[in-house]
């Protein structure tokens, strides 16, 4: 059961252009969420988060909308450079103490070509 | 460089075999947590300890099992190894028990 879907695996988008990446999570009881970018040969580093309190989150480039209602979120950058061309990670986490676990969908490889 | 460190970095081997991973993470952090990523999977999460002791667990095998030291470095260890275990393995470090990861570079493991 996967709780935390990307559903394009990938995109592929003109430097100066907007990217928007998608996810969705079937867990109602998620409320904080997490995007990572990861290079090949790296491990995956954090990029941006929203609280389940927030619809927006801005930080230069890059913003992360948050749709509740839809259980709905999606990154935005712009403008898209091709230094962003990375897979990037959607990951959710609920509160829970003891079941505290981040997770994570399946990733969009994101091409931005110059 | 995230500080967390993992070794080997690869490691080929056969079925049947036993291997183990290792994790030092950031300094500080006591939260470790193990992610598997298979070809075409997400980061699959399997473990997670806090301050030594297991927290939470994911879909972690019967054959695969990990421990915190009392240093804060974590092993993960799996045994009985077969064909579709060959992945790449994180490990990740937090401070706390919530809040943003910080991965190490991974340990990618064959089984041949």
């Known amino acids: 059961d996967q709780q935390v879907k990307q559903n394009s695996p990938s995109l592929s988008v003109q430097e100066g252009r907007i990217s928007i990446l998608n996810c969705d999570y079937t867990?109602?009881?998620?409320?904080?969420f997490l995007w990572y970018k990861k290079y090949p040969a790296e491990g995956p580093t954090f990029l941006i988060s929203?609280?389940?309190?927030?619809d927006k989150n801005e930080d230069g480039r890059f913003t992360v909308f948050l749709n509740k209602s839809a259980k709905h979120l999606s990154l935005h950058i712009v403008p898209s450079q091709p230094g962003d061309s990375a897979v990037y990670f959607c990951?959710?986490?609920?509160?829970?103490?003891?079941?505290?676990?981040?997770?994570f969908g399946k990733g969009t490889l994101l091409t931005v070509n110059p | 460089d995230s500080g967390v460190t993992q070794t080997p970095k690869h490691l080929i081997t056969a079925t049947g075999q036993r291997v183990t991973l290792r994790c030092s993470p950031r300094s500080g952090d006591l939260s470790v947590y193990w992610y598997q990523q298979s070809l075409d999977q997400g980061l699959q999460f399997l473990i997670q300890y806090y301050n030594g002791e297991e927290r939470a667990k994911g879909n972690i095998l019967e054959r695969f099992s990990a421990q915190q030291f009392p240093d804060l470095h974590s092993e993960l260890n799996l045994s009985s190894l077969e064909l579709g275990d060959s992945a790449l393995y994180f490990c990740?470090?937090?401070?706390?028990?919530?809040?943003?990861?910080?991965f190490g570079e991974g340990s990618r493991l064959t089984v041949l």
């Open positions: 990951a959710a986490e609920g509160s829970g103490g003891s079941n505290y676990k981040l997770t």
């Open positions: 929203i609280s389940s309190i927030k």
């Open positions: 867990n109602s009881m998620f409320d904080y």
């Open positions: 990740a470090s937090s401070e706390l028990l919530t809040g943003e990861l910080f």
